[in-house]
């Protein structure tokens, strides 16, 4: 389960005194979790304001409520406090939350999911692109659709036969190939522009 530093548990205890209000406690929660984009969200909350599924973990002094749907994400994690000569440094480690490798006995589905989410999906960020899964067809064909910089871009054929569909087709057993199934003529910020096809014949 999470482990909380007698430090951490101090510096929040003093934090919740300062607000004097009653039945306020900390919040733990994972954003993205599964992801690689995945991050630990912390808040202050009242009694009011929970969903009523959280899990509760005793403090001294105060509760810490866990996200009932990060509660695997935040398994085994860690919240410490720093004193340092500058003030002091709240540290979360949560190393599960960008979920854990499937396994030998993972799906297809799972595999490609996976390697696109913490592959794929990263490396294309850095043209403020992305794809997602659409299907993964019993044939293993997976159908894929580009968003964002990738949608419309005029080397969306070169990612996707060179980039994704090699590294999908090396690292998942199973899959056969990679198709788009993309309208890229509706792409509203391509991060290269697609060459226009020859007018109409005189």
């Not at 690689?36 to 009523?52: H, I, K």
């Not at 960020?125 to 949608?151: D, Y």
Request: glycine share 12%; hydrophobic share 40%.
């Amino acid at each position: 389960m999470i482990q909380i530093s007698e430090s951490a548990q101090t510096h929040f205890r003093k934090l919740i005194e300062r607000e004097a209000l009653p039945g306020l406690g900390v919040r733990l929660s994972a954003v993205a979790a599964g992801t690689a984009r995945a991050d630990v969200r912390l808040e202050f909350t009242e009694p009011v304001d929970l969903n009523g599924d959280e899990w509760a973990v005793d403090c001294e002094g105060f509760t810490l409520w866990l996200e009932a749907a990060s509660v695997n994400y935040l398994d085994g994690a860690q919240i410490d406090y720093e004193v340092q000569a500058t003030g002091g440094q709240l540290q979360i480690r949560a190393p599960r939350i960008k979920g854990e490798t499937p396994g030998e006995s993972a799906s297809v589905v799972e595999r490609v999911h996976w390697l696109v989410e913490h592959e794929i999906n990263p490396q294309l960020a850095q043209h403020g692109g992305h794809v997602a899964v659409q299907e993964v067809t019993g044939e293993g064909v997976v159908v894929l659709r580009f968003g964002g910089g990738c949608h419309g871009c005029g080397m969306a054929d070169v990612t996707l036969k060179q980039g994704i569909e090699k590294t999908l087709l090396e690292k998942v057993p199973g899959v056969t190939a990679v198709r788009d199934a993309t309208d890229h003529d509706t792409g509203a910020a391509p991060y290269i522009a697609r060459e226009a096809g020859p007018g109409p014949a005189a």
